[in-house]
């Protein structure tokens, strides 16, 4: 059930971001909404419920995209990798740094991506493009990304009470 | 007792002949009940009225609000369907411009529709309905009436995914329409592209039209690439470096033709 609950969100950020989103000059550099759900799926969620996922919709993303096949799969799993470790020394998940987790988490996706474009095809981004996109999506999701969180958590946490209730009554 | 009774009628019929007669005086007796009642009356009138009134008010009311409801309804569904008629319009003109340029390309095209968007800005990619079940292929060229959108990189049983020609991994054969420059369009930033490889010597000015050369067998020839914004011209080197401004405007991209065979046009 914990799966389902994961698979329909994340299906719905993807068809949302695919579809929706682009009809908007506004979110024309909005950042991967699929990375406040892995951030959460990080700081919140078993290993066992998150992989699946992470696998699942990575392999979704990078079939969509225009990018070199994997990179977001690397880019998911290396974000909840690096978002675990964090959390063993860090109480990010209830603190000021939750503010800034999915922007670290967005500046690292950006720094992969745009790794892999100047491997692929060199000296085809200017700087000025690449630092203004960065900053835009950085901006986006300082404001964004905590309310994003939150929000899975809570409708996390309203679907296991709901499924357990319903397991009881039945 | 039958002679009473006589006298009684007798005696009823001369009082009501005379009170008949009298009937226009001031000093009738029914006048002196009125300033009694009337004013009970005038009471009870009122309220009855006013509770009539009331009712039918409210009742108007209602049905008022009712008609109000059924016709912002109709208003709405009026202004729906205009809106609906004037998507189908505007879809009407960009079908028949298609269809024009289906005419004019001279290649075998199928037309399908955007469903989808790459959701990265790094990337410039798009999805759409048409695959392998309808012979799209891989390497095919996406293309619209105002120029060339990109090529099918991928292709599954009913959908495709194309790759834009301002994406940073595409490139096609151009040629300046005008002087008939060769280079390479190179997707860039901002939307924009970049015309490589074009000789120093070559003249290319801002303005000029970029085509397909048709050399690359992807794209056939003549198709409208986009403007030249930018020339600038090196003091060393035996390039020139061009800025190509693509007439595609892919963010309102919704029906795209692939061009299935691509027949080298003669121009």
């Known amino acids: ?170 | 007792m039958i002679v009473g009774v006589i006298v009684l009628i007798a005696i009823n019929i001369i009082i009501l002949s005379a009170s008949s007669r009298s009937y226009s005086s001031y000093y009738e007796p029914g006048r002196i009940a009125i300033p009694f009642i009337a004013p009970f009356q005038k009471a009870v009138t009122r309220s009855v009225r006013f509770v009539r009134g009331l009712w039918s008010n409210y009742f108007y009311l209602v049905t008022a609000a009712k008609e109000n409801e059924r016709i912002r309804e109709a208003l709405n569904q009026a202004v729906e369907e205009n809106n609906h008629l004037l998507e189908l319009k505007l879809f009407n003109i960009r079908l028949r411009e298609l269809l024009e340029f289906q005419k004019a390309i001279t290649s075998r095209v199928i037309a399908a529709e955007v469903i989808g968007k790459d959701p990265s800005p790094w990337f410039k990619t798009i999805i759409i309905d048409k695959g392998t079940d309808d012979r799209v292929r891989k390497g095919m060229a996406v293309v619209i009436s105002d120029g060339v959108v990109g090529q099918v990189i991928s292709a599954s049983s009913h959908y495709s995914k194309v790759l834009l020609i301002t994406a940073h991994n595409s490139s096609a054969d151009a040629l300046v329409q005008r002087t008939r420059a060769r280079g390479i369009i190179q997707g860039g930033a901002t939307g924009r592209c970049a015309f490589k490889y074009v000789l120093r010597k070559h003249d290319v000015q801002v303005g000029d039209r970029v085509i397909t050369s048709g050399l690359d067998d992807v794209f056939p020839k003549g198709l409208s690439i986009g403007q030249v914004s930018r020339v600038i011209k090196p003091d060393a080197g035996i390039f020139q470096e061009v800025t190509v401004i693509p007439y595609v405007e892919f963010e309102k991209l919704e029906e795209v033709l692939v061009v299935l065979n691509p027949l080298k046009k003669q121009l």
Request: aromatic share 22%; glycine share 4%; proline share 5%.
């Open chain 1, 1 to 170: 059930m914990t799966h389902f609950f994961h698979f329909i969100i994340c299906f719905f950020l993807v068809i949302f971001q695919t579809t929706v989103m682009p009809y908007f000059p506004m979110f024309d550099r909005f950042y991967d909404l699929l990375f406040p759900f892995i951030i959460f799926l990080s700081l919140f969620r078993p290993l066992r419920e998150s992989i699946p996922v992470i696998l699942f919709f990575g392999f979704v993303m990078d079939t969509l995209s225009g990018g070199p096949f994997g990179l977001y799969l690397t880019t998911y799993l290396w974000l909840f990798v690096g978002v675990k470790w964090m959390t063993t020394f860090l109480d990010v998940s209830d603190s000021v740094l939750l503010l800034f987790v999915v922007a670290a988490g967005v500046l690292i996706q950006n720094l992969i991506f745009i790794a892999a474009i100047t491997i692929s095809s060199p000296l085809t981004l200017p700087f000025s493009q690449v630092m203004n996109t960065i900053a835009v999506q950085l901006i986006w999701a300082t404001f964004t990304g905590p309310f994003l969180l939150l929000f899975f958590n809570y409708s996390h946490n309203k679907w296991d009470k709901w499924i357990s209730q319903l397991f009881v009554k039945t």
